[in-house]
Structures are given as C-alpha cells and as structure tokens.
C-alpha cells in the first residue's frame, strides 16, 4: 500500500497586534488576532525536508507587523486581503493564502487615550450570613479589560543581575480588573453601588498618570472608597497585559509607539487591598 500526501498547509496563528493612530491628543484603537495559513506546491518540505518553498511563519507574523505599520489596519477585511494578495503575489510557491481575523472592540472611557473592551465583564457577589444574624456582602467584578495607550511609565525599579528591562516613559498600559469590595452593612442600593463602584474604577484607571500599575491599583481602590460611605474594602487584582513594542527596523519602518506585540503570557500580576482605616475586620468575607 502506498502512502501519500494529503492536504496541507502551514502558517502563523494568531498574531497579536494593537495599532494605536495618534492623531494629537486623540488615540485610535486597532486590537486584532490575524492567523494566516498558505498553501501550493509544498510537498517537498513534506517528503524531503526542502524548505526552499517554505516562507518561514516567522516572515509572515513580520508582515503583519509591518503592514500594520505601512498601511494601518482599517476594516479587518480589507487588512485580510491586502495580506493574502501580498503573499500569493511574493512567494511563487503559495497557490492561496488563509487569513482569518478577529478583532476586539474597544470603547472610550474619558480623555483621548482611555479604552474599555466591549463585553466580557462579569459582575459578580458573595454572601455571608451568620445564624446570629450577621451578615457580610462584597460585590464586584472579572474581567473589565481596560488600556492606557499613554499616560503610562515604569523606571527607576530595583535592579540584579537578571535584570533586563528597559525604563519606559511611555508605555501601554493595560489590565482585566477583578475587583471585588466589601459593604459595611447589608441594606445598599445595589445595582446603583455597583455602577458607581465600575465608573470610579474606570474613571480612576483613565485619569491617573500611572508611574507602575502598583500606583495604578491603589488610586482605583481609593476612587470606590471616595465614592461610596458604605464600602469599607476594595480588593483588586490587576494582570500586567504587556503590550510590546515590535522593532520595525529591520524592514527599514520606525516604530513611533505605534505598533504592539499583545503578548498573553506570562503576565505581571498586581494585587493589593485598600481599605478605610476604620473597615471592621472580616476574616471569613472574602473566601
Ligand atoms: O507597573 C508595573 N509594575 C511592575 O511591578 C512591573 N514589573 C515589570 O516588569 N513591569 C512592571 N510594570
């Protein structure tokens, strides 16, 4: 029985790229996921190991990076093809390119450079009640994505001998809030608490001219706790989705903080309590 080869094709999945336009103080948002997938005359690799037809996947994330850059990313449709054109017209080998795109919608907060991603957050509470009669409630909430796409440094941190990365002045900053606050008492108006707790969140993340997410955190604790008498406690936890600077230069194109690698993982994790000096001690409340 012979065997032979079937189908095939091979490229870079899911490219990661955030293409900020600044228009003055104005900041514009592209977030999108590009995986391109190419096809043709690609048996040789397959049955030899002659990668002479093989662009690498390498040179095609490069691409996506560099036409971000180019041409900016306008209708995600419209990016697809000029990217599938490119590789058909370049690569003699490639009979038809695949590329698929996702993009993740961003609304403004406040300011020109301030977004909230469409969707996905959860609201969430957790109750406690004793059979004496005593309660506790914290409400809260997963995955509120947010990004500062300036107003963001991070210098002058301790150094060692592993220690590789550079200051910034200017940086991408952004996180999945889950915060989570604790109410003095168990009579609120819950549903207005919990938009005005998300507001000061917001509105704390988009005003402060962070120094390090750490500075970042406690200004968002205190917003909620400056808004509302009846919250004693705020706990947040504050992934650090770092958003790396793709070096351009090789393709002859300057990287004016323009184009971001959206790296996933690992990821910086921030986490800190603030709380009013007076907040009852609640062991159990948060477990
Ligand atoms: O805001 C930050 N806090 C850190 O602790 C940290 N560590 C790091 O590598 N980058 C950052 N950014």
Redesign the pocket.
């Known amino acids: 029985m012979a065997v032979v080869l079937g189908p095939n094709r091979y490229g870079k999945a899911e490219t990661r790229v955030v293409r900020v336009t600044r228009d003055g103080g104005t900041h514009r948002l592209k977030d999108v996921n590009v995986s391109v997938s190419l096809s043709g005359a690609m048996d040789e690799v397959h049955l030899t190991g002659d990668n002479a037809a093989v662009l690498p996947t390498d040179s095609q994330k490069n691409t996506v990076f560099a036409f971000a850059k180019r041409y900016g990313i306008g209708a995600i449709e419209e990016f697809g093809l000029l990217l599938a054109r490119h590789f058909t017209a370049s690569q003699p080998a490639v009979a038809h390119a695949r590329v698929e795109i996702h993009e993740y919608g961003w609304r403004r907060i406040s300011g020109g450079h301030s977004f909230v991603r469409d969707g996905g957050e959860v609201r969430t509470a957790l109750v406690h009640h004793d059979v004496g009669g005593t309660g506790t409630v914290v409400s809260g909430l997963t995955d509120l994505v947010v990004l500062n796409s300036t107003g963001?440094e991070?210098h002058g941190?301790a150094r060692d001998e592993y220690t590789t990365?550079e200051p910034t002045r200017d940086?991408v900053?952004a996180t999945a809030v889950t915060a989570r606050w604790r109410h003095r008492g168990t009579e609120a108006a819950w549903d207005d608490s919990y938009a005005a707790a998300r507001d000061a969140l917001l509105s704390a993340f988009a005003e402060t001219h962070?120094?390090?997410?750490?500075?970042?955190l406690y200004q968002m604790g205190r917003a909620v706790l400056d808004g509302q008498d009846g919250v004693c406690e705020v706990r947040l936890a504050l992934p650090?989705k770092?958003h790396f600077l793709v070096d351009l230069e090789p393709f002859g194109l300057e990287n004016d903080n323009e184009v971001y690698f959206a790296a996933d993982r690992p990821y910086?994790l921030?986490e800190g309590a603030v709380l009013t000096d007076d907040a009852p001690d609640a062991p159990s409340a948060w477990n």
């Open positions: 963001s991070f941190f990365l940086r900053l962070s120094l390090s997410l750490q500075q970042t650090n770092h910086g921030i």
